[in-house]
T-cell receptor, first 114, second 114 residues
Framework: AQSVTQLDSHVSVSEGTPVLLRCNYSSSYSPSLFWYVQHPNKGLQLLLK??????LVKGINGFEAEFKKSETSFHLTKPSAHMSDAAEYFCVVSRPRTGNQFYFGTGTSLTVIP | EAGVTQSPTHLIKTRGQQATLRCSPI?????VYWYQQALGLGLQFLLWYDEGEERNRGNFPPRFSGRQFPNYSSELNVNALELEDSALYLCASSLDYRGSNTIYFGEGSWLTVV
């Protein structure tokens, strides 16, 4: 079975400081992993995607995530937070070649303090 | 290239009425997904269509139904509306259901039941 756990429901950082949003997954197979961002009253936008190529994945807006199989983690990071990064972030796992079932984490709300 | 488009953007209905929401996937995408995002409940999977067939259904009552048309667009119908159906309804599409495809979201339709 597949599942994903976002370890923090809320994260608050100061502008210009690093961002770390944590995600652990469980999967019976080699998973595909995604991070999406949702700004207020908007749909979800794809930040980045891991599909068994490079373990360090670079996404849009300076975000990146590292796939660590031994730790079953896929944490999202950014070196320097910007005010525009304030949003809800979702970690998603899917099981490839089985029908594209997507499993969403419960989300992490990121607040950026000026 | 146009993204996933949803209509209407906002819809206000009275309890007991029916609501119809529409979704056009990205050109070339055959899979369409519907999610409900109610306040405080995260993303809940509703329905998944591919090639005109319902592939999977979330844990929602039968008054939530939908269909996919030959052009791969889709509509979601909610009958006998209840106050707790008030939510953002998100549609997403992917290339097809084989392999580790990415889903892309629309901006959503806000349904308010009064």
């Amino acid at each position: 079975a597949q599942s994903v756990t976002q370890l923090d429901s809320h994260v608050s950082v100061s502008e210009g400081t690093p961002v770390l949003l944590r995600c652990n997954y469980s999967s019976s197979y080699s998973p595909s992993l995604f991070w999406y961002v949702q700004h207020p009253n908007k749909g979800l936008q794809l930040l980045l995607k891991y599909t068994s190529a490079a373990t360090l994945v670079k996404g849009i807006n300076g975000f990146e995530a590292e796939f660590k199989k031994s730790e079953t983690s896929f944490h999202l990071t950014k070196p320097s937070a910007h005010m525009s990064d304030a949003a809800e972030y979702f970690c998603v796992v899917s099981r490839p070649r089985t029908g594209n079932q997507f499993y969403f984490g419960t989300g992490t709300s990121l607040t950026v303090i000026p | 290239e146009a993204g996933v488009t949803q209509s209407p953007t906002h819809l206000i209905k009275t309890r007991g009425q029916q609501a119809t929401l529409r979704c056009s996937p990205i050109s070339g995408h055959t899979s369409v997904y519907w999610y409900q995002q109610a306040l405080g409940l995260g993303l809940q999977f509703l329905l998944w269509y591919d090639e005109g067939e319902e592939r999977n259904r979330g844990n929602f009552p039968p008054r939530f139904s939908g269909r996919q048309f030959p052009n791969y667009s889709s509509e979601l119908n909610v009958n006998a509306l209840e106050l707790e159906d008030s939510a953002l309804y998100l549609c997403a599409s992917s290339l097809d259901y084989r392999g580790s495809n990415t889903i892309y979201f629309g901006e959503g339709s806000w349904l308010t039941v009064v």
